[in-house]
């Protein structure tokens, strides 16, 4: 695999050859000038040439990817594409994003994800769509059973290849590798690269690769503020009240664990927040809910995993609070590109105490310019042999007093919800 520099990049949608359906698509979506990884990415994925993209997250990369596919599959109708997304949440999203530009094409897309029923994209999927956006162990799941699915394939898109890696994903991708039949342009898009994903490149990339690395890829966008509060674990609770009181806009809240994630919404469900929450052992059905209703601004805040910390793009997402430390920190980078994206502004809160030195340091080159500030003055770092488990403290354990009236909703909306 030999790797190339990339051409120009091209400054206008309207200089870049796509196709004239899309320009009113973008319109209507109050998209008009492109953004770096578009200008670059587009022009050279049009030439039919393999691409590696690195960029921040945030950064239009799935626009970029979009633009060019469509394209090609109004120019020549036997085509057709796939692209590969790590979680069920981020696949939906592209799909949408799919179905936004393509309202004056008549191509056909299918979404081939786990949490809902197979067979009813088992039967779409014999239909031959034109586009398919699927999560890898899914589509491996549906090749098992019939081969020929991808046949006619020409486009491979590879997206968040990093974290494709970090899921355990590789074997599937190769197994997928292996149906494909006939030439294929590959399209790989990540926010970090190294030698595991150039591995990966080579099964899917046989000529030569344009490699594409848009600003400081690595490190979080100029948009974005940021505040790290050094507080003890018994304090963490009662300064979660007090920074949520103290934004608007939407908010994601991630903790470590699933078991956290619990505690911490059941805790500021108690309090009248309105939030709610997502990581991997809810029903599809409770997290496609959950993401509606945020993006809609029902939901005011979300707790999660790291499920969310990559692909969720919600405009109204203005502050992230690491409530706990990520275990990897390409994890932490990914998080706090929820907010602060397409050139808005945004604000994270990171939570440190002195059981996170580890995971600290791991973080600390993302944290330039940030403010500081020792809510505990004696505050100081305890060195563990391990990575210390996230602790809570129980919502009966916190020194503040249960609301009265709606003193604890936050500044936006009502009090909390049942779960459905």
Same mark, same amino acid.
Do not use: W
């Given at each position: !695999? ?37 200008? +670059? ?50 696949? @939906? ?18 979404? +081939? ?7 009813? @994209? ?47 994903? +590789?074997? @599937?991708?190769? #197994? ?8 294929? @342009? ?61 934004? !608007? ?109 580890? #995971? ?31 602790? !809570? ?28």
């Amino acid at each position: !695999m030999k790797v190339l520099p990339a051409p120009a990049p091209i400054s206008r949608f309207e200089d870049m050859s796509l196709a004239p359906e899309l320009l009113p698509a973008l319109e209507k979506m109050a998209i008009s000038v492109p953004t770096e990884v578009q200008s +670059a990415v587009i022009p050279t994925a049009l030439q039919r040439d393999d691409v590696i993209a690195v960029a921040q997250t945030g950064s239009g990369k799935t626009l970029a990817y979009a633009l060019s596919i469509l394209t090609k599959l109004a120019a020549k109708p036997q085509a057709r594409a796939l692209v590969m997304a790590p979680s069920r949440e981020m696949a @939906q999203q592209i799909h949408k994003v799919f179905l936004d530009l393509c309202e004056g094409l008549p191509i056909s897309a299918c979404l +081939a994800i786990g949490g809902v029923t197979g067979s009813k @994209q088992a039967s779409q999927l014999k239909k031959n769509p034109r586009l398919i956006v699927a999560t890898p162990g899914r589509m491996n799941d549906h090749l098992l059973g019939n081969k020929l699915l991808l046949q006619g394939v020409e486009i491979i898109v590879i997206d968040e290849a990093d974290r494709m890696l970090d899921m355990g994903f +590789a074997p @599937q991708l190769k #197994s997928i590798q292996k149906t494909l039949r006939g030439p294929q @342009q590959t399209l790989m898009f990540s926010a970090s690269f190294s030698q595991k994903i150039e591995a990966i490149a080579e099964v899917f990339m046989r000529h030569e690769v344009h490699m594409i690395r848009v600003g400081d890829a690595e490190a979080p966008v100029t948009e974005l503020t940021q505040k790290v509060l050094y507080i003890s674990r018994e304090k963490k609770n009662d300064r979660l009240l007090d920074e949520l009181n103290a934004t !608007m806009g939407g908010v994601i809240v991630f903790c470590g664990n699933q078991g956290r994630c619990e505690e911490v919404a059941e805790y500021l469900e108690s309090y009248g927040f309105n939030s709610d929450l997502i990581h991997g052992d809810l029903t599809q059905g409770h997290r496609n809910r959950v993401i509606r209703e945020f993006r809609a601004g029902e939901i005011r805040i979300v707790v999660a995993t790291d499920l969310l910390a990559r692909g969720l793009d919600v405009p109204h997402v203005e502050h992230v609070i690491n409530f706990d430390l990520p275990y990897q920190s390409e994890d932490f980078l990914h998080r706090i590109g929820r907010t602060a994206r397409a050139g808005r502004s945004g604000h994270a809160i990171t939570f440190v105490t002195p059981q996170d030195a580890r #995971s600290f340091r791991k973080i600390k080159p993302y944290l330039e310019g940030a403010e500081e500030v020792k809510v505990d003055p004696q505050f100081r770092f305890i060195e563990t042999r391990g990575p210390a488990a996230p602790a !809570m403290s129980t919502p009966k354990q916190s020194t503040r007093p249960r609301p009265k009236g709606d003193n604890r909703r936050g500044p936006s909306g009502p009090g909390p919800k049942r779960r459905r």
